[in-house]
């Protein structure tokens, strides 16, 4: 699954979770407890004392991966059971251990740090203006 009309294999949606995914798999089992495909929400794969988990995340939810950036850092969904998809927070996971999450979903977190209203410690500096917009 592609996105509309993108060239590149970075917008392998598909393909791109499943990667993402692994990624925060190691990261939250950490590289001893890091074995195969599990839910990341299953809390018996997590590593000691919730080493590599964030706070917000609870077991039974999920992230799903809708981009990334040039340095590998992930941009994902944090999917909640029993949440509406237009309610998912979006989060950022960087390289390294560090999490940021909005509370806010796509368009909103989007807009919010284009306008500089959310501020990343990560993309801010990436997404400061100035920007023109079109109707």
Known sequence: MCAADAPHEWAQLLRHNTWA?????????????????????????????????PSWFEPGDNLISWGHTGNGD???WHVKPGVAAGDWPVVLKEEGPCWERYGAGFSAALAGLLTG???????????????SYRL
């Open 21 to 53: 995914q692994e990624c925060v798999r190691l990261d939250i089992a950490g590289p001893d407890g890091y074995v195969g495909n599990w839910p990341l929400g299953d809390p018996s794969h997590w590593g000691p004392d919730r080493e590599g988990v």
């Open 74 to 76: 992930l941009l994902l």
């Open 117 to 131: 209203e959310i501020q990343s410690e990560y993309l801010s500096h990436w997404l400061g203006g100035p920007h």
